[in-house]
């Protein structure tokens, strides 16, 4: 429930880099009050208390209860999240959950957690923050204008050089494979951009160790003879930083996007180019990129006006049901 000041009472389950980043920025939010912050770490607990005065630290997550919360961000590693949010419905904490993405393991578990979130008619939302960029709006603007005509194919990518050169034995285990924790971004995307998709082929490459995810390459049949390739790599040399982005060609020309910028070029007309900081980047508060900013932003007002946003469980259970479409097809 709202306290007297008639803000939000929020937790946040998960102290590493995204829990601290979400809890930074609820921390910032006037109708935000952070109460609760939830961690089995001894020192991410002591990080927490130091650097965010005010709310409850604790490791148990049955201690949030009694407190009365609107919302609880789930910001743990992915294999972690099925039981957790399962807990959080099962205790009546909150019908109000942000998971950080993907939403579960695997389908299954996702399907599960949607129909969950059925009976308290909360609001829901997953980590997707890339639709969240200026630059993937505009380019959704511009699809849903038809601007491209009919669409015929898309290349979309996702790199970065988090384990180039790394070897066996290295952290990348700790975060599953390339697919959930760079593919899945560029997955939302397309599916945001063009609707359901079917996984035709797939192969996977492991550079680290045998058996390790670290590329995957993998295409897609739409409606209307669409075509689509996915090109996903953790290992890939000159990314210091992950960097996503699609080229999609239509009957009427073509665009070229990624966070920086885009291009659009139709038949017979010279190109338009638009970069980040002119397409009114700006957010109250920035920590890590704006995206970050304006999907807590979403959230919490979705929660205030009982609202319905996008990305949610029920759009976050579409893109692991088409990760677990590319892991079959890797596989057969």
């Known amino acids: 429930m709202e306290n007297a000041d008639g803000k939000l009472k929020v937790g946040v389950v998960g102290l590493g880099k995204m829990g601290l980043l979400h809890a930074s920025i609820l921390n910032t939010m006037p109708n935000v009050q952070l109460a609760v912050l939830c961690d089995k770490s001894w020192f991410m607990r002591k990080l927490a208390k130091s650097a965010l005065d005010g709310p409850l630290v604790t490791d148990k997550l049955?201690?949030?209860?009694?407190?009365?919360?609107?919302?609880?961000?789930?910001?743990?590693?992915?294999?972690?999240?099925?039981?957790?949010?399962?807990?959080?419905?099962?205790?009546?904490?909150?019908?109000n959950l942000f998971v950080e993405k993907?939403?579960?393991?695997?389908?299954?578990?996702?399907?599960?957690?949607?129909?969950?979130?059925?009976?308290?008619?909360?609001?829901?939302?997953?980590?997707?923050?890339?639709?969240?960029?200026?630059?993937?709006?505009?380019?959704?603007?511009?699809?849903?204008?038809?601007?491209?005509?009919?669409?015929?194919?898309?290349?979309?990518?996702?790199?970065?050089?988090?384990f180039f050169g790394a070897t066996k034995g290295s952290v990348s285990g700790s975060r599953g494979g390339v697919l959930e924790d760079l593919g899945s971004h560029v997955t939302d995307l397309a599916l945001w951009f063009f609707g359901d998709l079917h996984v035709s082929s797939a192969k996977i490459q492991s550079s680290i160790s045998l058996g390790s995810v670290d590329s995957i390459h993998f295409e897609v049949d739409g409606a209307n003879a669409f075509k689509g390739k996915f090109d996903v790599s953790w290992v890939k040399e000159g990314y210091r930083m992950p960097e996503?982005?699609?080229?999609?060609?239509?009957?009427?020309?073509?665009?070229?996007?990624?966070?920086?910028?885009?291009?659009?070029?139709?038949?017979?007309?010279?190109?338009?180019?638009?970069?980040?900081?002119?397409?009114?980047?700006?957010?109250?508060?920035?920590?890590?990129?704006?995206?970050?900013?304006?999907?807590?932003?979403?959230?919490?007002?979705?929660?205030?006006?009982?609202?319905?946003p996008e990305p949610n469980f029920q759009t976050a259970m579409k893109v692991d049901f088409l990760l677990e479409q590319v892991r079959c097809k890797a596989n057969e």
């Open 62 to 95: 049955g201690k949030m209860s009694d407190l009365g919360l609107d919302a609880v961000y789930v910001t743990t590693p992915i294999p972690s999240h099925y039981s957790i949010v399962r807990d959080v419905y099962a205790q009546n904490i909150t019908p």
């Open 244 to 308: 996503f982005g699609l080229a999609i060609r239509g009957s009427n020309g073509f665009v070229r996007v990624d966070e920086s910028e885009l291009e659009l070029a139709l038949d017979r007309t010279p190109p338009e180019k638009w970069y980040r900081q002119d397409l009114d980047d700006h957010v109250t508060f920035l920590l890590g990129d704006s995206e970050y900013t304006r999907e807590n932003d979403l959230f919490i007002k979705s929660i205030v006006c009982n609202g319905k």
């Open 102 to 162: 993907t939403l579960a393991l695997n389908h299954a578990q996702s399907a599960e957690l949607y129909n969950l979130s059925q009976k308290p008619k909360g609001v829901t939302m997953v980590g997707y923050m890339k639709r969240f960029s200026v630059t993937f709006k505009k380019v959704k603007e511009l699809l849903d204008q038809k601007i491209l005509g009919d669409l015929l194919s898309f290349n979309a990518y996702a790199y970065s050089s988090d």
